[in-house]
């Protein structure tokens, strides 16, 4: 046997049927979207098998992009998780001869709960085609197993259309990345499109700040002891005069200045690079790479000193660019 001929052909046999799903799109796909779009319940997908794993899978992405979905393992609903279906609901069973003994068995009393049922289909005279309300029957189109027996071209197929339901709907809802990363906080996308400056800077005694009279040496015992690498200046009132970073410090010491009676207002950087706290961090990071800077000073609308944000605070939250 040629090994990459034969995994070649097993491609151009599931491509064959996801171009023929393709091409039998027709009002039916716009129907169940209208229902999925129209729904005051939720979107619950059911399937055994290989299309049970598909319709994990779809139900983890509708509600991923905003369509609240869960799936519902079709024996344990005939052991009481029938219970988690509603009539406000749209059920979408997934079944390509339509007999599958577990799906079946649920579709009168899912009828009997009054949820829509939606059926996906190879089979036009099956069972779950007579139970559905909205019934999509997938095209001819031959399995890539070499027995011709397990689930693989059809499995793809009902993969790529639930996909294509899915990102249609959150299209037609204006679902932002906003939202995505409100629902994905955990991931990367979503932390840059989530976390702001104020969720990760150094706040109250956390930050090292002294003021404006105070000696060079004493700002630098500040500046060790917290160890974000910068001393802010803030005057009596909060408001942030200027600051000394690590690396300014070490140009001071080779300018040989005396430490121990020079005053950080001699020496501070005035009117630093800030930022504000309302800010995503993703874009302070941006800001700080752009400026070829460590840390920013946080202030808000009023020049009043609030924090302290570092490259590695950022990097540390899992935000990289």
């Not at 064959?16 to 005051?40: G, H, P, W």
């Not at 689930?151 to 197929?157: E, G, H, K, L, M």
């Not at 009902?158 to 709907?169: E, I, K, N, P």
Request: proline residues 4%.
């Amino acid at each position: 046997m040629d090994i990459l001929a034969e995994g070649k052909r097993v491609f151009d046999v599931e491509i064959e049927a996801l171009q023929r799903t393709k091409e039998a799109l027709d009002n039916t796909f716009v129907s169940i979207l209208n229902a999925v779009q129209t729904c005051t319940g939720k979107v619950i997908f059911t399937g055994i098998g290989k299309p049970g794993h598909i319709a994990t899978k779809l139900a983890a992405t509708f509600a991923s992009l905003g369509t609240p979905s869960f799936y519902l393992h079709p024996a344990e609903a005939m052991h009481g998780d029938l219970g988690m279906v509603s009539e406000d609901d749209v059920v979408i069973a997934i079944s390509y001869s339509g007999e599958s003994d577990e799906i079946v068995r649920i579709l009168p009393n899912i009828r009997m709960i009054g949820a829509t049922i939606i059926g996906i289909t190879g089979n036009p005279n099956s069972t779950l085609a007579k139970f559905s309300d909205i019934l999509q029957v997938l095209p001819e189109f031959s399995e890539a197993c070499n027995l011709g027996l397990a689930p693989t071209s059809s499995t793809t197929a009902v993969l790529c259309y639930g996909d294509a339901l899915a990102v249609v709907a959150s299209e037609q809802s204006g679902f932002t990345e906003s939202d995505f990363g409100m629902f994905h906080p955990a991931g990367a996308l979503g932390k840059k499109l989530v976390l702001k400056v104020s969720d990760l800077m150094a706040k109250g005694d956390e930050n090292p700040f002294v003021d404006e009279n105070t000696l060079l040496i004493e700002a630098i015992s500040v500046m060790s002891k917290k160890g974000l690498g910068v001393v802010s200046i803030v005057n009596e009132n909060g408001f942030l005069k200027g600051i000394i970073t690590d690396g300014d410090l070490r140009r001071i010491i080779e300018k040989r200045v005396d430490l121990y009676n020079v005053k950080v207002s001699d020496v501070m950087i005035r009117d630093p690079k800030k930022y504000k706290p309302d800010k995503l961090a993703v874009d302070a990071l941006h800001y700080i790479k752009e400026n070829s800077i460590n840390n920013l000073p946080i202030v808000d609308d009023n020049n009043i000193f609030c924090g302290t944000i570092t490259w590695q605070m950022i990097i540390r939250a899992g935000i990289v660019i």
